[in-house]
C-alpha cells in the first residue's frame, strides 16, 4: 500500500522540496481544531439517529419554562427572535455539527417561549368579583358531590357556572363573565338542575387565591389558564331560572352512570367505583385520600393512562377471544387489528365519560399512536411515539409544562420505555422456553418491574409536589394493579354494558368487592413503618434538575446516559440544602408563625387560615407548636437563632396599642397582624398593610442578618399577578343603544 493510501487525512500537496520543511508537513498532516469539533459532533448525532427527534419536546418545556419563570412579563416577539436567531445558525452553518447543535437548540427553546406568550395573551381577563354577597344568575356546567369538611358535616355539592352576570345595580347590562366560577352549594340544598339549565342564587364570592408563601404553590396562575374566576359559597338555595334547552349528553350519561353505581355500591368504596367509571372523584373524603396516598396508590383515584390502558386490554383480549371462536375469523380476518381497533373505540369512550380530563387525553393520544403503529406494523410503543405526544400537548398548552399530572404521566412512560429496552432481554430469557412456572415467574417480575420503574420515576416529582415519600408503594402496587386489571375494571366495563338493561347490579357488587379489597390494602399499607414521610419541598430548581436528568438518563443512546444520574441525585438532595424561612406571614396577615428548633409555632389564627397553614406545614415538612402564651394578649418577644423579633399576632385595638420603648428594645423585626402605625421606629416592620401591598412574606437569616422576602417581589410583574389595590377587570355594563 502506498504511503497516500495508508495516511487517514487528505494527500498532501505537492510542494518543492526547498519550500517543504517539517513544520509545514506536520501543518499538512494535521487537520483544524474545528474540524475535529464538527467530526466529533457528527458522530453524536450518528450515535443518536432518530433519538435526537424525542429532544423536541425537552426543548419547547424549557423555552415554557423560561417563560414562566421570568419576574417580568416578555411577549412572544422576544422567543421568535430567540427562534429567528436559531433559523440563522442553521442556515449559516450547516457544515459545522456545533453549528447545526446551537441552532436547533435555539429555534426549539424559542418556539416553546414564544408559544407561552401567546398562550398566555390568548386567556380572557380575570373579572372584578363582586365584595359583598350578591344574586348571580348562570348557566350549569356540571354539578360536582364534594366530601363532607369534616367528620360529623354533610356531603356539600358544588355547581360550575358559566356566562354569570351579577343582579346589582352597577353590574345591570354587563356582560357575561368569559370565566367560570365554583360555587359550593348550601346543606341540604334540595334543587339538583340539569346541566345546560339557568340558575339564580344569593352567593359570597372570593377571586382565586395568592400563594400561602413565597415561591408556593400559585392558585392565581393555575386559575389564569384553567379559565376559572374564583370560588364561593351559597348563601341561600338554588332557584332554576330556565331549564336547559339542550343538555349535553355526555355529561348526563356521566350523572346518571355515577347515581346508579352510587346506589349500588355505597360509602367510600361507591365513591371510588364513580371515579373508576364516570370519573366523579369529587366523593372521596380526605381519610381516603390520605390512606391511598400513603400506601402510594394515589393514582388509581386519578382517571389518567393506567385507566385506559385496562380498559382498552380488556376490550382488546375480549374481542379476540371471541373472535377466535369462528374459524373462517381465525384464518382469515386481521384478528389483532380488528381487536386494537375496538380496544381504541372502547378507550375513546371511556375518555369522553370519565369526563376527558387532561391525563386520560394525553394518554388516549399515546393510545392513539400505538394503534396506528400496531396497525401499519411498526413498533407499537417508543420513545417517538412518547414524544411527538408530549409534543402537541406542550405546542397546544404551554402551560401544562408546570402541570404535576403532566410531570408525571410522562415521567412513568419514559421511565418505562427506557427500562424496558434495558431489560428486555433478561426478561426473555427469564421466560425461555419453560411451562407455566416460568410464564407466571416472569410475569410477576414484570409487574414488580412496572410498579418499581413508574415508581422510581414519578417519586421525586411526588415529593416535589405533595412533599411526602412513600417507600412502600412497590408492594403495594404490586397487589392492587393486577386486581385492577383483572378483576375491578373488567367487572366496571360489564356493568356499564348492562346499564341499558338495568342490569348492572351484579358486576358492581363484584367490582365493589375488589374496591374493598384495595381499600384494606391501602389501609394496612399506610399503617407500616415510615409509610408516609413528609419532606421539606424541591426547589424549582431541583425538580427542573430532576426532569432533565431522567430525560438525560432515559433519552440518550450510549453511556452518555449516566449523565444523568448526577442531576436526579442532586435534586434529590436539592431538598435539604434549600435555605428555610424563620418567620412566615401568611397573605391576609392573619397568621404568623416561626420556626424555632424544628418545629412550626403559630399564632392565634381563624379557622379560614386553616388553608394556609395546611401550605406551610407541607412546604417545610415540621410540626406545629403555638406560640407562648403571651403572644395571644397582644406583643410577645421571640428569640430565633440570636435574633429578636416583636410579634402580635393578635390584636383587638387595631393597632391602637403601641408597643413601649422596651418593647422596642434590641428587636430586629416587627411583626404585626394588625397596622403597625410606625410602633418601633427605626425597625423594619411587617403589618397587614405589607401583607395588602405585596401577599405573603417570609423572613430568612443569611450571614447573621435577616433577609425579607414577599410574594410579589417573587413572582414579579406577570399578567396573572393582580396589581397592588387592583381586584380584576371592572365588570362594565353594555352601552345603551339610542
Request: a positive charge; charged letters at 15%.
Amino acid at each position: 500500500m502506498s504511503r497516500s493510501q495508508s495516511f487517514p487525512f487528505p494527500q498532501l500537496k505537492q510542494l518543492p522540496s526547498d519550500d517543504l520543511n517539517t513544520e509545514e508537513l506536520e501543518d499538512a498532516r494535521v487537520p483544524p481544531a474545528s474540524q475535529v469539533r464538527a467530526s466529533w459532533i457528527d458522530l453524536i448525532f450518528q450515535e443518536q439517529g432518530r433519538r435526537l427527534i424525542c429532544w423536541l419536546p425537552v426543548g419547547f418545556a424549557l423555552g415554557a419554562v423560561l417563560f414562566f419563570s421570568l419576574r417580568v412579563e416578555l411577549c412572544a416577539a422576544w422567543g421568535a427572535m430567540v427562534a429567528a436567531s436559531g433559523v440563522v445558525l442553521l442556515w449559516a452553518g450547516w457544515y459545522r455539527g456545533w453549528c447545526r447543535l446551537v441552532g436547533f437548540g435555539l429555534l426549539v427553546l424559542g418556539l416553546g417561549f414564544a408559544l407561552a406568550a401567546l398562550q398566555t395573551r390568548r386567556q380572557p381577563l380575570m373579572p372584578a368579583l363582586p365584595t359583598r354577597a350578591i344574586i348571580l344568575t348562570g348557566r350549569v356546567l356540571a354539578i360536582e358531590n364534594l366530601p363532607p369538611r369534616q367528620d360529623d358535616d354533610e356531603p356539600a355539592r358544588r355547581l360550575t357556572l358559566a356566562d354569570v352576570t351579577f343582579d346589582t345595580t352597577l353590574d345591570a347590562g354587563m356582560r357575561p363573565l368569559k370565566r367560570f366560577l365554583h360555587v359550593r352549594l348550601k346543606a341540604g340544598d334540595p334543587l339538583s338542575p340539569l346541566p345546560g339549565s339557568y340558575v339564580s342564587v344569593r352567593a359570597l364570592l372570593k377571586p382565586p387565591a395568592p400563594p400561602s408563601l413565597p415561591g408556593g404553590r400559585d392558585m392565581q396562575r393555575e386559575s389564569w389558564f384553567s379559565g376559572n374566576a374564583g370560588n364561593g359559597y351559597a348563601l341561600g338555595y338554588v332557584t332554576l331560572e330556565a331549564n336547559a334547552a339542550h343538555t349535553p349528553f355526555l355529561e348526563q350519561l356521566r350523572e346518571a352512570v355515577a347515581r346508579r353505581i352510587e346506589r349500588v355500591i355505597p360509602g367510600q368504596t361507591g365513591a371510588i367505583a364513580a371515579t373508576l367509571l364516570a370519573g366523579e372523584g369529587s366523593g372521596i373524603n380526605r381519610q381516603t385520600r390520605k390512606a391511598f396516598s400513603a400506601s402510594g396508590l394515589a393514582h388509581l383515584l386519578a382517571v389518567a393512562g393506567l385507566h385506559l390502558g385496562l380498559v382498552m386490554a380488556a376490550v382488546i383480549v375480549s374481542v379476540r377471544a371471541i373472535l377466535v371462536l369462528s374459524e373462517k375469523a381465525a384464518l382469515y380476518w386481521p384478528c389483532r387489528e380488528i381487536s386494537a381497533l375496538a380496544g381504541l373505540v372502547a378507550g375513546g369512550g371511556y375518555v369522553l365519560l370519565t369526563g376527558a380530563h387532561l391525563p386520560s387525553v394525553r394518554a388516549f393520544g399515546m393510545a392513539c399512536i400505538v394503534t396506528l403503529a400496531l396497525l401499519t406494523g411498526r413498533r407499537t410503543l417508543s420513545m417517538r411515539a412518547l414524544s411527538m405526544v408530549a409534543l402537541l400537548v406542550l405546542v397546544v398548552s404551554p402551560s401544562s409544562v408546570g402541570d404535576v399530572s403532566f410531570q408525571m404521566s410522562f415521567a412513568a412512560v419514559m421511565g418505562l420505555i427506557a427500562g424496558y429496552e434495558v431489560l428486555r432481554e433478561p426478561l426473555i430469557r427469564l421466560r425461555g422456553e419453560g411451562g407455566w412456572q416460568r410464564a407466571t415467574c416472569s410475569h410477576l417480575v414484570a409487574l414488580a418491574l412496572t410498579s418499581l420503574l413508574a415508581g422510581l420515576a414519578t417519586l421525586p416529582v411526588s415529593m416535589a409536589h405533595f412533599g411526602a415519600f412513600q417507600p412502600w408503594f412497590v408492594l403495594a402496587n404490586l397487589i392492587a394493579v393486577p386486581l385492577a386489571a383483572i378483576w375491578i375494571m373488567p367487572a366496571g366495563l360489564i356493568s356499564i354494558l348492562l346499564m341499558p338493561f338495568h342490569a348492572e347490579a351484579l358486576p358492581l357488587r363484584i367490582m365493589g368487592k375488589g374496591v374493598q379489597i384495595v381499600q384494606i390494602l391501602a389501609d394496612k399499607v399506610a399503617a407500616f413503618p415510615m409509610a408516609h414521610h413528609d419532606v421539606p419541598s424541591m426547589p424549582g430548581w431541583g425538580l427542573l434538575a430532576f426532569m432533565l436528568g431522567l430525560a438525560i438518563l432515559c433519552l440518550w443512546v450510549g453511556r452518555g446516559r449516566l449523565a444523568g444520574l448526577p442531576l436526579i441525585a442532586l435534586a434529590v438532595v436539592s431538598i435539604w440544602f434549600q435555605s428555610r424561612p424563620v418567620l412566615l406571614l401568611s397573605p391576609d396577615a392573619g397568621l404568623i408563625a416561626v420556626v424555632d428548633r424544628g418545629v412550626l409555632k403559630m399564632g392565634p389564627h381563624s379557622s379560614l387560615e386553616n388553608i394556609v397553614l395546611d401550605d406551610w406545614q407541607q412546604d417545610l415538612a415540621l410540626p406545629v407548636e403555638a406560640l407562648p402564651s403571651a403572644c395571644n394578649a397582644g406583643l410577645c418577644r421571640v428569640r430565633v437563632q440570636g435574633h429578636t423579633f416583636l410579634l402580635r399576632p393578635h390584636d383587638p385595638s387595631d393597632g391602637e396599642n403601641l408597643p413601649t420603648l422596651e418593647d422596642c428594645k434590641d428587636i430586629e423585626l416587627f411583626v404585626s397582624a394588625s397596622p403597625a402605625r410606625r410602633g418601633c421606629p427605626g425597625v423594619p416592620t411587617l403589618d397587614r398593610f405589607s401583607a395588602w401591598r405585596d401577599g405573603a412574606w417570609a423572613v430568612y437569616l443569611s450571614r447573621g442578618k435577616i433577609s425579607l422576602v414577599s410574594d410579589r417581589s417573587w413572582r414579579g410583574s406577570r399578567t396573572w399577578v393582580p396589581a397592588i389595590g387592583s381586584h380584576g377587570m371592572p365588570n362594565l355594563p353594555l352601552a345603551r343603544s339610542e
